[in-house]
């Protein structure tokens, strides 16, 4: 088994065991399950923003601990300070030490889109999701059928959550392009193998169609990337570790935006 498959097979349980502590009809109990989500699509085109969506990552199957005591509260506030246009929140606590509580903490601090970053294979993910705060959720096509990814993802939209949906090659791609998706990411980063190569964002942005949102992935660790993203129709850009592997995350971010301005 690859570690995307390992993930996979470890949320199937992860799932089940967390339907039977907590219910739906629970879940839909919080007081964030009414709210009205922010749209992480028309942040990312805002012009007073960079583009970032900045992550809070704790740990990776590929890096193993990257932080293990930035505060969540001190650090996504930062992000947004510095410029950042959405914070990206794993929940994950299997493989990337995060948790529900991490993305309800970043809700509860910050006004802007939050991004739920985990492996969605279940309908309840998503009921979940918008009961501890988030805007918008991940669904990746390698981890998914491309009509299961298109039913979540119509399940997502009548939640009012927006759907990032995140490919590796051009088949993924075509295979899983519908109309419930807001943006759409490339990772650069192969979930296989964990090598990460920028030029598959270059190969993959012409076929992505200017419906959605694009953004790129992972291995953004230069504000001349970006600058380079962008001539290829990036709009958005996710980073985590870049950020996350300094002592202060936030303010890494803000270096990095400050570079990006000039």
């Given at each position: 088994?690859?570690?995307?498959?390992?993930?996979?097979?470890?949320?199937?349980?992860?799932?089940?065991?967390?339907?039977?502590?907590?219910?739906?009809?629970?879940?839909?109990?919080?007081?964030?399950?009414?709210?009205?989500?922010?749209?992480?699509?028309?942040?990312?085109?805002?012009?007073?923003?960079?583009?970032?969506?900045?992550?809070?990552?704790?740990?990776?199957?590929?890096?193993?601990?990257?932080?293990?005591?930035?505060?969540?509260?001190?650090?996504?506030?930062?992000?947004?300070?510095?410029?950042?246009?959405?914070?990206?929140?794993?929940?994950?606590?299997?493989?990337?030490?995060?948790?529900?509580?991490?993305?309800?903490?970043?809700?509860?601090?910050?006004?802007?889109?939050?991004?739920?970053?985990?492996?969605?294979?279940?309908?309840?993910?998503?009921?979940?999701?918008?009961?501890?705060?988030?805007?918008?959720?991940?669904?990746?096509?390698?981890?998914?059928?491309?009509?299961?990814?298109?039913?979540?993802?119509?399940?997502?939209?009548?939640?009012?959550?927006?759907?990032?949906?995140?490919?590796?090659?051009?088949?993924?791609?075509?295979?899983?392009?519908?109309?419930?998706?807001?943006?759409?990411?490339?990772?650069?980063?192969?979930?296989?193998?964990?090598?990460?190569?920028?030029?598959?964002?270059?190969?993959?942005?012409?076929?992505?169609?200017?419906?959605?949102?694009?953004?790129?992935?992972?291995?953004?660790?230069?504000?001349?990337?970006?600058?380079?993203?962008?001539?290829?129709?990036?709009?958005?850009?996710?980073?985590?570790?870049?950020?996350?592997?300094?002592?202060?995350?936030?303010?890494?971010?803000?270096?990095?935006i400050e570079k990006l301005g000039k």
């Open positions: 088994m690859d570690i995307l498959e390992k993930i996979i097979a470890h949320k199937h349980k992860e799932v089940e065991e967390r339907r039977s502590l907590y219910t739906e009809k629970l879940l839909e109990k919080s007081i964030y399950f009414d709210g009205q989500p922010i749209s992480l699509k028309k942040y990312l085109l805002r012009e007073d923003k960079s583009g970032i969506i900045a992550e809070f990552k704790r740990q990776s199957p590929s890096k193993g601990v990257i932080n293990a005591h930035a505060p969540v509260e001190r650090t996504t506030i930062g992000y947004m300070q510095a410029g950042a246009s959405a914070l990206s929140v794993l929940t994950d606590s299997e493989f990337f030490g995060g948790s529900s509580e991490d993305l309800s903490t970043a809700r509860k601090f910050n006004f802007c889109p939050v991004l739920r970053k985990d492996f969605i294979i279940d309908e309840y993910q998503i009921v979940e999701a918008k009961s501890i705060g988030a805007d918008a959720i991940l669904l990746i096509a390698a981890a998914l059928e491309p009509k299961r990814l298109k039913e979540l993802a119509a399940f997502a939209k009548s939640f009012g959550l927006e759907v990032l949906m995140e490919v590796h090659n051009q088949e993924e791609l075509e295979n899983n392009l519908n109309e419930h998706l807001d943006v759409v990411g490339v990772n650069n980063r192969n979930l296989k193998t964990f090598e990460v190569s920028i030029d598959i964002s270059k190969q993959l942005a012409p076929m992505i169609p200017n419906d959605f949102v694009k953004i790129s992935e992972s291995g953004i660790s230069d504000p001349a990337t970006i600058t380079d993203l962008r001539t290829h129709g990036f709009q958005g850009f996710l980073i985590g570790e870049t950020f996350m592997k300094t002592g202060r995350p936030e303010r890494a971010a803000a270096e990095f």
